[in-house]
């Protein structure tokens, strides 16, 4: 096994023994390369009530072909399988080999590259099909005389991508494309109607400010320029936020 990875030693159920390291990337590099072709399968549930859907999703952005979004390190990989059994200390080295290749296996995973891109399109994708919470909220309907509407919080659920990613990474540490499953889980508003209740009465001293000032000056020519926002405006950007320790 001079130059070659040593017998028993797998990626899932792919056996790299036997192969020089080169053979080994070009292995991984071809996974890559089917990979990009035949995109990645995904299954999700929309409700209890229905059977799971597939769908196929590129690893290949659509307005660049030549960008892999996930793929696996074939350089950092081969080395690694390579190094299995040869921790340069003399008696180890020396029966290790032979326990890797006639009495047990040894199971490595190689190095996956996934691109935060790749999950921000995937969450762009399904963005349609994503009931996502709000907290309850004060809209401002008339200012003279002041009159306004609580809308109320509202439960939704979303898709886990956190734990999607960490599926995915899963079966790609051990080589699969196998489907993975999109989990679903439950999100609270932060922030509900009763929350907005004792503040409803000090709405009218908010309003009562007056013009919010703006300025800037632009750094080249020190000229100054300045703007001034009324309530009728400012009214559109009111949000209701929980404070840190509420």
């Known amino acids: 096994y001079k130059g070659k990875i040593f017998s028993g030693v797998y990626v899932g159920e792919q056996n790299f023994g036997g192969m020089t390291e080169m053979e080994a990337k070009e292995f991984i590099e071809n996974f890559n390369n089917r990979m990009a072709k035949e995109s990645l399968d995904f299954n999700f549930q929309r409700d209890k009530d229905s059977g799971n859907q597939h769908f ?25 399988l390579m190094a299995v059994g040869r921790s340069g200390n003399f008696f180890k080295d020396l029966w290790q ?27 762009k994708y399904m963005a349609g099909l994503r ?43 051990s080589m699969s494309l196998a489907s993975v499953f999109i989990h679903k889980k439950e999100f609270k508003p932060e922030v509900s109607v009763a929350d907005l209740e004792p503040l409803l009465g000090k709405l009218p001293n908010v309003l009562n400010y007056g013009d919010l000032g703006l300025n800037f000056i632009d750094p080249q020519t020190k000229r100054r320029r300045d703007w001034g926002i009324g309530p009728t405006l400012y009214t559109d950007w009111l949000e209701v936020r929980r404070e840190n320790g509420g």
């Not at 080999?97 to 969450?123: H, R």
């Not at 005389?145 to 079966?171: C, I, M, S, W």
């Open 56 to 80: 196929k999703f590129s690893v290949v952005p659509a307005d660049d072909s030549s960008v892999e979004m996930i793929r696996l390190n074939s350089d950092t990989s081969a080395a690694k």
């Open 97 to 123: 080999p032979l326990y890797f290749g006639l009495v047990y296996s040894i199971t490595e995973s190689v190095d996956v590259v996934i691109d935060e891109k790749f999950i921000a399109s995937l969450q």
């Open 131 to 173: 009931d996502q919470p709000y907290n309850a909220s004060i809209k401002i309907t008339n200012m003279f005389p002041l009159a306004y509407e609580v809308v109320p919080e509202h439960y939704g659920v979303d898709f886990d991508f956190e734990r999607l990613e960490t599926d995915l990474q899963k079966n790609l540490f």
